[in-house]
């Protein structure tokens, strides 16, 4: 996806260089979580990861399809306990980048419905006062809990 984008315009960079480029870059992208992840495992902890993952493979892997963005969507939505409103958008924003495939094959009224629905269920059922309705608070409150 970034890959793409950046790899278009450079006069450098040749079809076959691209791909191992976009290898090291996905890799080192998602290191950090992994490592992190090795040195203090929690449940928690692996989940998040699997995000950082599935994000940074949608992020820059070697020609990404729209439909990519639905192997990033099935981690994501393993962490609504945790932060259900961030899980919330981002799999509306998922749904948004969907949108052109979906118009082609003339599911647009469904799309629209489908889209709003969730979006009622999801913020009646989450009110936006609620604790874990701002992912940096929720990060936050991860590290005070470490800490003690």
């Known amino acids: 996806c970034v890959c793409v984008c950046v790899t278009s315009s450079s006069p450098f960079l040749t ?4 791909f191992p480029c976009s290898l090291g870059v ?3 992208s998602s290191l950090p979580s992994c490592l992190d992840l090795l040195r ?3 449940p ?3 989940l998040f990861c ?3 993952v599935a994000l940074s493979f949608f992020l820059f892997s070697f020609q990404v399809h729209e439909k990519s963005i639905l192997l990033a969507v099935l981690p994501v939505s393993l962490i609504f306990p ?3 409103r961030a899980v919330t958008w981002f799999s509306a924003i998922a749904a948004f980048s969907m949108y052109p495939l979906l118009a082609k094959d003339g599911l647009t009224l469904a799309y629209a419905g489908c889209t709003l629905l969730f979006l009622q269920v999801c913020s009646v059922m989450f009110p936006a006062s609620g604790p874990s309705s701002n992912l940096f608070t929720f990060l936050v409150s991860v590290q005070e809990r470490e800490r003690e």
Do not use: D, I, K
């Open 82 to 84: 945790w932060c259900p």
């Open 15 to 18: 079809r076959p260089l691209v």
């Open 26 to 28: 996905t890799v080192l």
């Open 40 to 42: 203090r495992p929690t």
């Open 50 to 52: 699997l995000v950082n």
């Open 44 to 46: 928690q902890r692996f």
